[in-house]
């Protein structure tokens, strides 16, 4: 049973343009959430994150906003860039961790985007 | 400062063998984790750390052993490797245990034959 769904495999963007990469969660107990960016042969690496109290978060380029109701996360790349072409996961936990123990993060299968110039 | 690497990149094995997978992190994190990625699927994880001399089950352990005996490493082992468990390996570290604090390796590619 997939928790997070990322339903689009692949995505390609003009350059300068938007990037929207989705996101979907079916657990109602996950209260944050996060997006990584993969580049090929590395490890993931943290994007941006945002809290259920909060619908929109924004850094530089990346805004992820988050619509409770839906059970729906979005990442928004404006403009996007050649260099941001990796594949993007959403990840999903209920709380931020950090406390002592392990909070467990469920991932989605990744959207690659590719950014033409 | 080289982060999270892990040894080896690459490796081929038959069923039935056994191999470690190595992790090392020279940030003086408490918490390492050991996460495989399967083709359509998200990455799971299959044990963690807390601390040196610490470790627990994660999502998906079964066919898995860990050790970490040192703080900076955290050993991954097959015992008997199955086709099932042909995948790619990442192992992180965090100073925290925050889910957005999570440093990766590069991966090691498993393949059992």
Known sequence: ?117 | NAGVTQTPKFRVLKTGQSMTLLCAQDMNHEYMYWYRQDPGMGLRLIHYSVGEGTTAKGEVPDGYNVSRLKKQNFLLGLESAAPSQTSVYFCASSPTGSTDTQYFGPGTRLTVL
């Not at chain 1, 989705?22 to 590395?42: G, H, I, Q, R, V």
């Not at chain 1, 409770?68 to 928004?76: C, E, F």
């Not at chain 1, 260099?83 to 999903?92: E, L, N, T």
Request: charge should be positive.
């Open chain 1, 1 to 117: 049973d997939q928790q997070v769904k990322q339903n689009s495999p692949s995505l390609s963007v003009q350059e300068g343009r938007i990037s929207i990469l989705n996101c979907d969660y079916t657990n109602s107990m996950f209260d944050y959430f996060l997006w990584y960016k993969k580049y090929p042969a590395e490890g993931p690496t943290f994007l941006i994150s945002i809290s259920s109290i909060k619908d929109k978060n924004e850094d530089g380029r990346f805004t992820v906003f988050l619509n409770k109701s839906a059970k729906h996360l979005s990442l928004h790349i404006v403009p996007s860039q050649p260099g941001d072409s990796a594949v993007y996961f959403c990840a999903a936990s209920a709380g931020a961790g950090g406390s002592g123990g392990y909070q467990k993060v469920t991932f989605g299968t990744g959207t690659k985007l590719q950014v033409i110039p």
